[in-house]
């Protein structure tokens, strides 16, 4: 099932503005489920490995640009970097694809946060990834 841009949900915010996030992309930030930040995109035909599915490294990027931006949205910091971040991946995007992550905050200290995700299309789970992020002063 081919879904469109304009398909993605009321809210959505294009946060692909500059740098590599404007090749990778386009990524965007929809409104929040409580404590829950959201992001998405739609598998377009570059975002595809030579197997004709979403490529994993593409989804590892998006993982981190996602959980990158919540560090900071919970943090309240300019900036944080990552230190470390551990995707497992359990399916395959498809072509047309509106692609979800959800991602939580597990833990924050007052220089580091922990964050966990699930990447989903529809309702098939591609990835989980969890990881931290150094706040930067």
Known sequence: MLVEASALPEG???????????????????PDEGAVRR?????????????????????????DIAMS????????????????????FAGAGRLGDLIEIRVHVTRQTRTLVFLSSQMTAQERVLMVAQGFWKIVP
Request: aromatic share 10%.
């Open 39 to 63: 992001f998405a995109f739609v598998a377009l035909e570059k975002h595809m490995n030579s197997v004709g599915t979403v490529h994993g490294g593409l989804l590892m990027t998006f993982a």
């Open 69 to 88: 931006r919540t560090s900071r949205l919970a943090s309240g910091a300019q900036s944080c970097s990552t230190v470390s971040l551990s995707c497992d």
């Open 12 to 30: 959505a915010e294009n946060i692909s503005l500059r740098g590599f996030n404007l090749h990778a992309g386009p990524f965007y930030r929809l």
